[in-house]
């Protein structure tokens, strides 16, 4: 992708994570296994551990999941930037929910450590807020957005993830989800698929994380973006710390609007998007977005490798 002119860097969210992930990564670079003890010093466990041998319910509980994809995707991306000759600077950073945390540490919002004890606390939180006000989620395939829309309305639900055309993300109390996902069968969908998820993230049930963490952000110091971050709410491009912050509690209860956060940057002349992070999720909704983007992937040792051939 070195003649491309304008990349965007984005970042995946939970969904992404593996046992193992970033084994490879650690193995080979000083600079990544630095970043991994910079995450286990700053939480105080062994998240390094977690993240490469498990046991698959550790890393799965959210309060986990959270920094250990943090971690790992700013390694790929802190090592890539060190060897990788062949990485464009990126003219936009975004990440997928959790990975707006990672977009803000590339655009150096916040310091690593920072941002690695945010994510932590923002699982910790949304998991709470999953037994206050039990929840789930289910992606709603080959449904027109505005059916949708209409059948939230009527179950008192609501579209949590704007993936990409055909690709939706329904969240809200148990019981209404089950109606929610009868309706969208009746109405067309291709398909319904429940989410294992501790909770109706990015909905009004997650009001209780919103508030905890409306304690925890002002506490943390929040510099203006050194590229800009396109957000997860308003699909509108972030330039001041405080505009992250204010983003930070919108994006707990509010719908993330990827599909028409891709299409902003597409508009803004990006022509390639280099996903950074574990697994191909991004990658695979690019292709769903606009085929012509030229599309890359950081998330294997061998990936960093080739950028520095």
Not at 101 to 108: E, F, I, V
Not at 219 to 247: I, K, S
């Given at each position: 992708m070195?003649?491309?002119?304008?990349?965007?860097y984005?970042?995946?969210?939970?969904?992404?994570?593996?046992?193992g992930?970033?084994?490879?990564?650690?193995?080979?670079?000083?600079?990544?296994?630095?970043?991994?003890?910079?995450a286990?010093?700053a939480?105080?466990?062994?998240?390094?551990?977690?993240?490469?041998?498990?046991?698959?319910?550790?890393l799965?509980?959210?309060?986990n999941?959270?920094?250990?994809?943090?971690?790992?995707?700013?390694?790929?991306?802190?090592?890539?930037?060190?060897?990788?000759?062949?990485?464009?600077a990126?003219?936009?950073?975004?990440?997928?929910?959790?990975g707006e945390?990672?977009?803000?540490?590339a655009?150096?919002?916040?310091?690593?450590?920072?941002t690695?004890?945010?994510?932590?606390?923002?699982?910790?939180?949304?998991?709470?807020?999953?037994l206050?006000?039990?929840?789930?989620m289910?992606?709603?395939?080959?449904?027109?957005?505005?059916?949708?829309?209409?059948?939230?309305?009527?179950?008192?639900?609501?579209?949590?993830?704007?993936?990409?055309p055909?690709?939706?993300?329904?969240?809200?109390?148990?019981?209404?989800?089950?109606?929610?996902?009868?309706?969208?069968k009746?109405?067309?969908?291709?398909?319904?698929?429940p989410?294992?998820?501790?909770?109706?993230?990015?909905s009004?049930?997650?009001?209780?994380?919103?508030?905890?963490m409306?304690?925890i952000?002002?506490?943390?110091a929040?510099?203006?973006?050194?590229?800009?971050?396109?957000?997860?709410?308003?699909?509108?491009?972030?330039t001041?710390?405080?505009?992250?912050?204010?983003?930070?509690?919108?994006?707990?209860?509010?719908?993330?609007?990827?599909h028409?956060?891709?299409?902003y940057?597409?508009?803004?002349g990006?022509?390639?998007?280099?996903e950074?992070?574990?697994?191909?999720?991004?990658?695979?909704?690019?292709?769903?977005?606009?085929r012509?983007?030229?599309?890359?992937?950081?998330?294997?040792?061998?990936?960093?490798?080739?950028?520095?051939?």
């Amino acid at each position: 992708m070195a003649e491309t002119k304008k990349v965007a860097y984005v970042f995946p969210g939970q969904g992404a994570q593996a046992v193992g992930m970033g084994r490879d990564l650690y193995d080979s670079y000083p600079a990544a296994r630095a970043i991994f003890e910079q995450a286990d010093e700053a939480l105080g466990i062994p998240l390094s551990k977690i993240c490469f041998e498990g046991p698959e319910d550790e890393l799965l509980k959210t309060i986990n999941t959270q920094p250990a994809l943090v971690t790992v995707s700013f390694a790929y991306l802190k090592v890539a930037r060190e060897t990788g000759k062949g990485l464009p600077a990126p003219a936009f950073v975004a990440g997928h929910s959790l990975g707006e945390y990672t977009a803000l540490a590339a655009a150096n919002v916040l310091d690593f450590a920072d941002t690695v004890r945010l994510a932590r606390e923002r699982g910790r939180l949304m998991y709470e807020a999953g037994l206050k006000q039990p929840g789930t989620m289910a992606a709603v395939i080959g449904l027109d957005e505005a059916i949708l829309t209409e059948i939230c309305g009527q179950t008192d639900t609501c579209i949590a993830n704007f993936n990409s055309p055909g690709q939706l993300v329904i969240s809200g109390a148990i019981e209404k989800i089950e109606r929610a996902v009868e309706l969208a069968k009746e109405k067309g969908a291709s398909r319904v698929v429940p989410l294992q998820v501790g909770g109706a993230f990015h909905s009004p049930l997650m009001q209780s994380a919103v508030d905890g963490m409306a304690e925890i952000l002002p506490t943390v110091a929040f510099r203006d973006p050194t590229v800009p971050v396109v957000a997860n709410v308003t699909a509108q491009p972030l330039t001041t710390g405080e505009a992250v912050r204010a983003e930070l509690l919108d994006q707990l209860r509010n719908g993330v609007q990827w599909h028409r956060s891709v299409e902003y940057m597409l508009g803004q002349g990006v022509n390639g998007i280099i996903e950074i992070g574990p697994g191909r999720v991004l990658t695979g909704l690019m292709r769903r977005i606009d085929r012509e983007t030229e599309t890359m992937n950081i998330g294997t040792a061998d990936d960093v490798k080739a950028l520095a051939e």
